[in-house]
């Protein structure tokens, strides 16, 4: 049962044209703060927080207070006895339903605010599903550029670090490639972009990485493999690859990321993960780069840089206000973008036969599987290719069926053109679709010959 | 030292008009539950939460705040060591003096909201006192069924489910008796009405339950003694066993209860209970039956019937804020309901002699023993019978004594007439009567016989 | 990088005069607390509450709705995960930039809000920590006995119990000094004032204690030594040595603490705790005393005496919401009291050479010492004395060197007049001083020849 309100779930939720909407109202915004206290007067947001996220949530609050709003917090969902069982589409039901109008949602588990848009009667903004989206850190990445190059289209922007578990630089890089910068991938070494982001880059937006030059960038690149991504075709490339190398103006944004602690098996890896100071500062390249950080840090910023009129990180944090009251205020219908909404949101299909064919065992469709029903939406049609509908993540899938013939194919077949996306089914094996009743194409006769 | 403030710590302690003086205000409320953002300004409700419930507690939240006023919150009480040992008593004197203008109470120990409404200078509003009150969810049910049939008197409401633990059902089934409803009681097999609730709906608002046939209710009732309770006498019994049995129509309302799973003791039992879905909803008698839940809901209502008009637990829910905005503004002294107070209150009398009298272990009076004042109210005179003033569980007593004379008595003895309340002491045996210094009444010789 | 905000970090912030301001002001406010929604409309401050406090936290939230301010609230930093290992000081740089208008801060660590001050570019107020200061309860007492009083000049304040380990009452007593009350210590045996207390009423207040003839406080006072301090010079000892003894009208305020009961080595000396109750308050000299207790009290006083007029500790304690309306709206600029600033905080030294010198493990700059540079303040020049800028605890020093001569020298040698303050080192022994590469001064020839 979806609902027509407009949610944020996905950073692919908003238009181009809404985020610069979405911008010129923060700029709006932050020329005074206070000034904005009758903007969603009588309106109430609800925190619904499965999972603790001081800085998110205080973000968001703060965001809705300035507009004058009310705030419910359940700061602790997960750990208080309070849900007693219930299912999360219950919980946004009640809560939707004249407790608030609007609900910022946090979750362990990767697809939870797409059901829970799915249930709620209101706007459901997603602050964090598990590894999976957190869109109002990118829109405030985004718009950190904005204003500090004046545009994100053509701007350079270096990306730092650990590119490999940093679920904020997979929605930022996705987006950068979105609006047309170039981007520059500096990875911890083992901490590259993931193969599905890359191909994501290449089958969305046109780009392909390419291995670059990076000598101007000091001791920022030394031990990593430098890729550069720019959307315009053919490459241009000759920034990077020319004898003269990398101009030293051209890094407009140095974006860094925390290491992920967790994720390292010796403490040797950790130490080498690059700290910038003064000395990473000094190289001509960065004369002109704003410093960016999703915040908090740890030591992958010297606090020497901190004054440093470059270092623009706590002014990125600040602008997540005025960034999140005009995300709010537009979603409550409190002021107007001025475009015309053009987001086509992925079509979901139910899966008709057999189990939930997600693969990610963290996914909201596996961890409440009692009160959820699995969905896919169509990645590409030949070979045919699914994501599951809440967590995005790639179906595995040797074979595909179709629900009504009963008939199953090898993906890359003719024959699935023809297969309603309704009626597709997914396999993991042949013995899991013959288990189920199907029987292979008879147009394939070729597989049948295997004993 | 009880204060003059009105608060609401039972569903008794308002009367028929001014619930219905509520129910005025609450649909006021919500043909635009933004409006009212300055009923309430400068006002500040607490929300004392002693143990947590964060539904209960956002919908009182979102109440205040619809009313334009403040929310102070303090979710887990008694797990944070902010008390530092301090007694409930203290904690209410200084929250409700000047920090917040109302409290809403929520405890683990029955009796903590009589407590507290007996020392905070600010109403008391109770969130659920353990397993003894939670008369604001009654107020929300009375209030829907109210709204979907217009009136509460002479409606037929089916109660199903777990009809002895559940303390929603406990106190709805004295309101609905108290608005002359006439009530359907289904249990779930071992799980019936307890007999101190059926004791209480005779004596004080005369019904008696009676066998009903139950043939038209379907599967619903197919394991369930059906209980018929009808405030009018001659009891309309016609309705229920004259031979052409339930009319189709008869039944305005079908509350449903959640199984309390911890008191099952083997998994065949919880199997077996109620599974509300559409084929249950297809009998006749249910036709024009609402379907009402206090939520949070399991599996004894399927999502199948989510979808069904019948199926108004969301919008229940949803009732929550409206009719807690009447309350508590009523109760902060904002709207008038347009009657006189006529609640005459229970008298509470000390425990002048010997220990505290409840046999309720959890009961605040034990579980804050210190701090608190044994009390006890009159529930009968002849044979006398008295309750503990704050959990409302009967006094055991084998004899009855008289503090001034010292002499005591077997409880229907006519002797106890002359005693006054305040004298009464109430011994669970001879033993105690007499190690507290009491003699068996002259009077009554026949006894003093017995060897 | 401190900032221009003024802050509350300890009481000594404040100069007796704009304290004055701010008792007129919440005399004011608390005409009525509900009309002054429109003071801080528009506003929003932040409780940063890293151990759990409820009752100050709601004091101070509650003062900020009263103003018509907006609040965001973290009660539980240090439990949550949400700091993911970020420092203080940039989660204050955060939460202080475009979140919120104002910090309150509760923290474990001595120094804590002294760090926060620093970084935050909006006002912080220290609402405890650790041991160290918590000086809106202080501001909250003053107000309180100069509205009883009219004045706090002259008044006698007895100050009851533990004087010992209790925060209050050390910054408690120094105000009263500082407002020229005379006091009169009444200890529970071996519960003195510390030391360091009185050395700072004696070199900052210029009041010495004297013993006391306290015959006419009766029970209370039996076991304990008795001392009476007052500012003026010559000591108005006559009060109490003469042989009329203390008149029955010369206790205003006896001010009771309660037994930091996990002190005790034995339930003994806890049984023998002074209990505050009819009896004891029958005496002459308490006659027109009002009683006074931070709160949450435990048995030093009984609940007899709740009733007496002469007891206001919940008075006390709400008069703590005024107050803070008063300090939360002078902070952020919405009343102007009408007064020169004139409290010259202490100037804060870097430690230049070697490791920290505070010795108190649980000083800020010690839990977070990687993110903390050492600070000290200078509290007297001959002998030098140094407190470290955090938790102003007295730094050892056997010698004291110059970081630029690289010499070093006795506390009390002439030489270090000549020191630059900001070059002064600290050294706990010899070996510490030669590690670091200090030589001792040449012309202290005396000291070299021990062998």
New interface residues.
Partial sequence: ?PTAARNLVSIDDLSLAEMRGLFHWARKF?GD?????DTC????S?SLFYE????TR??F??AM??LGG????????AS???????SL???V???G?????LIVLRHASEGAARLASMYAPVPVVNAGDGSHEHPTQTLCDLYTLWIERGRIEGVNVVLSGDLRYSRTVHSFVCALARFGANIVLVPHPGFELPPYVLQRLREEFGVEPVRADASRLGDLAKESDVAYLTPQKPHQLSLFTDTKGLRVDRVDALYMTRPQTERYRDDEAAARYVQLGREEMSVESLRDAVVMHP????DEIS?DI??DPRSIY??Q??????IRMALLAFLLGRIDLGVEADVVESRLYEVQVGDNPCPNPTCISRTEAR?VTPTFKLAARMPVRAHCGYCSQEIPASFVGCSTSRNFHEPDSSAIRKIRPDHLVFFQDEVQARALGFERATRAQRSTTTP
Avoid at 33 to 37: F, G, M
Avoid at 97 to 101: N, S, V
Avoid at 295 to 298: A, S, T, V
């Fill in positions: 049962m932050s703060l206070r000034a904005w206290s007067r009588g309106l109430i609800a603790p996220s001081t800085r205080l973000s609050e703060s207070l300035r009310g705030v419910l917090t359940a700061a602790e969902m208080s006895s309070a849900t007693k069982g219930e589409a219950d919980t039901r009640v809560v339903g004249g407790y608030a109008d915040l908090p840090r740890r606090s901190d004054s706590f002014k944090s600040a602008r997540g206000v005025p009160h």
